[in-house]
């Protein structure tokens, strides 16, 4: 088996509430449900249900307010990224485009989930098993919807049922894929990463398949062979350090990037480090582009425009958004960038200070 020593590892810290519980609460039972809709290719009969708790996660940021912005106001930013994001992935399935609202639900989940993951509390939504338990989804769709709930260990459990499969399964290369996520994003496990493709290694892999393993192997034994974690450095020395890796645009090299400066990210809108985290934070994960993290890349470098109105680094995070967003809907037709897309872009570019 697999994942036999991978599911000791220890979880991220446990999820807090941001908001009053019905709200938290009605939220979480929209994204599971929205999850378990666009867990396959959504069919036009399943439009209007997806429709209903898209608006029922709009009502989510009205949760954030008063004393709760003023203990932690970054959360304002957040909230208010988030309804324009669903407001935007309700636009994208009015206009048609299915298959990205599939990935911007996870999108979504991640938002929310991101703000439960400081150290404050106990768990809550611990009834999320008996939830998962009563929708018929496959493994590969039941080790998403709980990764993207932060069910980390019970997600490798289900990556486990298809990679213990046979290597040609069409969900093997994505629970692969969404396995170094969990493991190396997520955990920050070195050992546990390695374990994992050691035993993958042994497999009869495609050439391709092969090839790709064998690099995300050097990338590990690298990591594991640094003097310092990431975690340990400085301010100044983060940011050196994820530059690099960054720009090295290997997988396991983005994701540790990604980790790390999402914990280093003050919450604090007016802290001077934020923007400048924001824009590496956006260049790592549009080099990535994984399910897992679907277009966090526009979200990241969207808060950087917002935040920092007419400044150099606004119009550095705006020509990426840019570059990004004209790159997602250029195609052999050529680029066509919906109506509302292009009015986001425009307004960035007026916030930005761009003609």
């Known amino acids: 088996m697999i994942f036999a020593t991978l599911l000791s590892a220890t979880l991220?810290?446990?999820?807090?509430?941001?908001?009053?519980?019905?709200?938290?609460?009605?939220?979480?039972?929209?994204?599971?449900?929205?999850?378990?809709?666009t867990s396959g290719p959504l069919t036009p009969e399943q439009t209007a249900d997806v429709k209903r708790e898209l608006s029922a996660l709009e009502k989510v940021p009205h949760a954030l307010k008063g004393a709760q912005l003023t203990r932690e106001p970054g959360l304002g930013a957040v909230s208010s990224l988030f309804a324009q994001y669903v407001t935007q992935t309700r636009t994208r399935l009015e206009f048609g485009d299915r298959d990205a609202?599939?990935?911007?639900?996870?999108?979504?989940?991640?938002?929310?989930?991101?703000?439960?993951?400081?150290?404050?509390?106990?768990?809550?939504?611990?009834?999320?098993?008996?939830?998962?338990?009563?929708?018929?989804?496959?493994?590969?769709?039941?080790?998403r919807v709980l990764a993207a709930t932060r069910q980390f260990d019970l997600a490798l459990t289900s990556y486990r049922q298809v990679l213990d499969g046979p290597p040609d399964h069409p969900d093997f290369a994505r629970a692969l894929e969404e396995s170094l996520v969990v493991l190396v994003r997520v955990?920050?496990?070195?050992?546990?990463?390695?374990?994992?493709?050691?035993?993958?290694?042994?497999?009869?892999?495609?050439?391709?398949?092969?090839?790709?393993?064998?690099?995300?192997?050097?990338?590990?034994?690298?990591w594991q062979a640094e003097p310092k974690?990431?975690?340990?450095?400085?301010?100044?020395?983060?940011?050196?350090?994820?530059?690099?890796?960054?720009a090295s645009r290997g997988d396991v090299p983005l994701l540790r990037a990604s980790a790390a400066l999402t914990r280093a990210l003050?919450?604090?809108p007016k802290d001077k480090a934020r923007g400048e985290l924001l824009l590496l934070l956006g260049e790592a994960s549009s080099a990535l582009r994984t399910p897992l993290l679907w277009d966090l890349d526009l979200l990241y470098l969207e808060a950087c425009v917002r935040e920092n109105v007419k400044t150099p680094l606004a119009s550095k995070c705006a020509e990426r958004f840019e570059e990004r967003l004209t790159l997602g809907f250029t195609g052999s037709s050529g680029t066509h960038i919906p109506p509302d897309e292009q009015r986001r872009l425009d307004e960035l570019r007026a916030l930005a200070g761009k003609k």
């Open 229 to 246: 974690r990431l975690e340990e450095l400085q301010r100044e020395e983060l940011v050196k350090a994820c530059s690099a890796l960054v």
């Open 12 to 37: 991220l810290a446990a999820p807090p509430p941001t908001a009053p519980k019905t709200a938290m609460r009605g939220a979480f039972d929209s994204l599971t449900t929205l999850i378990w809709l």
């Open 187 to 222: 955990k920050g496990d070195a050992a546990a990463t390695l374990t994992l493709l050691d035993a993958v290694t042994k497999l009869p892999l495609r050439e391709p398949q092969r090839v790709l393993v064998s690099s995300w192997r050097t990338d590990v034994k690298a």
């Open 101 to 143: 609202v599939r990935y911007r639900v996870r999108t979504l989940a991640s938002l929310c989930f991101a703000c439960h993951s400081r150290e404050q509390v106990p768990a809550d939504f611990s009834d999320a098993e008996q939830r998962f338990s009563q929708l018929r989804l496959s493994p590969l769709e039941r080790a």
């Open 266 to 268: 003050p919450l604090d």
